[in-house]
């Protein structure tokens, strides 16, 4: 129950913000603004990643106590299966290359589609083959793999097809996990509050560090040859104001 429901919190929030950044990204590809329409893209990725991450980060690092809070001590053993949703759902949060696919080429849903089958496979397949041995928590990480490859595929794809400058920031979210794991393993199994909250003050300076550049949520595109450009740009969609269409 609190799993669905800190899904359906993120979820509500992620899909307003991309339904609002699909529409964008949609008007620029009618008006073949590309350069634009790259530097939309970016944006966004950038600004879910400085917000999102340390969001999810933050849970996990207080996944038991929250549960203790909300159901008791008694289920204070599933706080590994809380993290591992924390993962799994803050990585769906990036979700640029959504707006991408969804709002300009007729086959961009196709490739969200086949990105969320192999997901979807992958996700099953694991838990399949840990089940027998691991339980419920087969589950959690058959999830986190399939919502892994379901935003990592797309994304992939429209960093190569854009030609954006992405690697920094797919290193400063492994970096942003890789300091939320450091993190968990030095707080231990038995949670306490004083060292919780000094490894989340911890944290959150050193993502803003990482994040400093991206902070004022500015693009960072540069404009360089995309496989979408002027030659292939869809024709206008819709008259420029003050031609005779207007009349």
Request: aromatic share 10%; glycine share 12%.
């Amino acid at each position: 129950a609190l799993e669905i429901g800190i899904w359906l919190v993120v979820a509500g929030i992620c899909t307003g913000s991309l339904s609002l950044n699909i529409y964008a990204v949609a008007q620029m590809f009618a008006g073949g603004r590309t350069a634009e329409l790259t530097g939309q893209v970016d944006l966004i990725l950038r600004t879910m990643v400085t917000l999102f991450l340390p969001i999810f980060g933050v849970g996990a690092l207080w996944a038991e106590p929250v549960l203790v809070l909300v159901y008791g001590a008694e289920f204070r053993g599933a706080a590994p299966l809380l993290v591992i949703l924390f993962f799994a759902v803050s990585a769906t949060s990036f979700n640029a290359a959504n707006a991408r696919l969804n709002g300009t080429e007729s086959w961009g849903i196709k490739v969200l589609a086949a990105a969320n089958g192999v997901g979807l496979v992958a996700g099953l397949t694991t838990i399949v083959v840990l089940g027998p041995g691991h339980g419920i928590l087969a589950s959690a990480v058959g999830y986190l793999v399939g919502s892994l490859l379901s935003a990592l595929l797309p994304l992939i794809f429209v960093w190569r097809l854009d030609r954006l400058r992405w690697g920094g920031v797919l290193l400063r979210i492994l970096a942003g996990y890789a300091m939320v794991l450091g993190g968990l393993a030095l707080l231990g199994d038995e949670f306490r509050f004083l060292p919780a909250l000094g490894v989340t003050v911890a944290f959150l300076a050193a993502w803003a560090a990482l994040s400093a550049r991206d902070a004022g949520a500015r693009s960072r595109v540069r404009p360089r040859s995309s496989r979408l450009d002027s030659s292939s740009s869809p024709k206008r969609a819709f008259p420029r104001r003050g031609s005779r269409t207007w009349r």
